[in-house]
């Protein structure tokens, strides 16, 4: 069946630690991928994303992912976690042979930064 | 331009009672999504719209729920005789046509039916 996956449900990351967080995808194509971030009673916010060309995508607030075409995954890293990066971080994809253009999203992964 | 504005931002109703939600979208934006989002999930997929035509529902979108976009512009979305399991955050959300470009999202309305 068609999904995204984010195993994690819940990280915590010390502050200044690095991070990754895991993004699986099973669709018979390459979708496009998107990393949105939602911070409490905020909206959701596009963090970086990827259509084609360079795996390794560079966002904003010193995010990047990298695309594993091998492994169907998209992960979101951070070298130095800040404590504002606490928030809830989801995958999402639109399919590449699909006509609707609507974001498929992940269950998210929540993010705590320890002191 | 202020963004993608939903209004109300919190909306308490009995079960039974019908409600109504707007989405203004980023002005030059034509595409007009809605999600529904619980919690502990990511948002799942409502309804979409490029300018006033509604061009995809998901099997989410009961009867009791209808959306419009008239002129093309802003977007309601009703719920009639809601029900406990319509407790949810509805965002919308606008682009510009094409696959792959950014979806701009609101704040959202948090919907409790009591």
């Known amino acids: 069946a068609q999904s995204v996956t984010q195993p994690d449900i819940h990280i915590t990351v010390s502050e200044g630690a690095s991070l990754e967080l895991r993004c699986n995808y099973s669709?018979?194509?390459?979708?496009?991928l998107f990393w949105y971030v939602q911070s409490p009673g905020q909206g959701l916010q596009l963090l970086l994303k990827?259509?084609?060309?360079?795996?390794l995508v560079q966002g904003i607030k010193g995010f990047e992912a990298e695309f594993k075409r091998s492994q169907s995954s998209f992960n979101l890293r951070k070298p130095s976690v800040h404590w504002s990066d606490a928030a809830e971080y989801f995958c999402?994809?639109?399919?590449?042979?699909?006509?609707?253009?609507?974001?498929?999203f992940g269950k998210g992964t929540t993010l705590s930064v320890s002191s | 331009d202020t963004g993608v504005s939903q209004d109300p931002r919190h909306k308490i109703t009995k079960r039974g009672q019908n409600v109504t939600f707007r989405c203004d979208p980023i002005?030059?934006?034509?595409?007009l999504y809605w999600y529904r989002q619980t919690l502990g999930q990511g948002p799942e997929f409502l309804t979409y719209?490029?300018?006033?035509?509604?061009?995809?529902k998901s099997r989410l979108l009961s009867d009791r729920f209808s959306a419009e976009r008239p002129k093309g512009s802003f977007s309601t979305l009703e719920i009639q005789r809601t029900e406990q399991g319509d407790s949810a955050m509805y965002l919308c959300?606008?682009?510009?046509?094409?696959?792959?470009?950014?979806?701009?999202f609101g704040q959202g309305t948090r919907l409790t039916v009591v």
């Open positions: 959300a606008s682009s510009l046509t094409g696959r792959g470009t950014e979806a701009f």
């Open positions: 669709y018979g194509a390459t979708p496009y």
């Open positions: 990827y259509f084609s060309g360079d795996t």
């Open positions: 999402a994809v639109v399919p590449a042979n699909q006509a609707g253009t609507a974001l498929i």
């Open positions: 002005s030059e934006h034509n595409r």
């Open positions: 719209f490029q300018n006033e035509a509604q061009l995809e």
